[in-house]
């Protein structure tokens, strides 16, 4: 099957700020992660990841984030036309 690349915006709420949320994906998905940005407080945690991998294992990956009460997003890339 082929791999494919999804970029995604990750929310977390204040309860799993200090969990190792990215390792546990990593451990427990066939699915590789790139953290391509984050800023994390004591409140929130948001960072920009991209996971590749087959299509039904990242959709799995992002089920369970969901599950976790992390909201997922895509990143929306805009490109300014002329």
Known sequence: M??????LWLSFPAKLVTQPVIYELGKKFSITSN???ASVTE???IMSVELNGEREEITRAIQWLE?????VEPVEINTIEG
């Open 2 to 7: 082929a791999t494919q690349s999804s970029r």
């Open 35 to 37: 953290i391509r940005q």
């Open 43 to 45: 409140e929130i945690g």
């Open 67 to 71: 599950s976790l009460a992390i909201k």
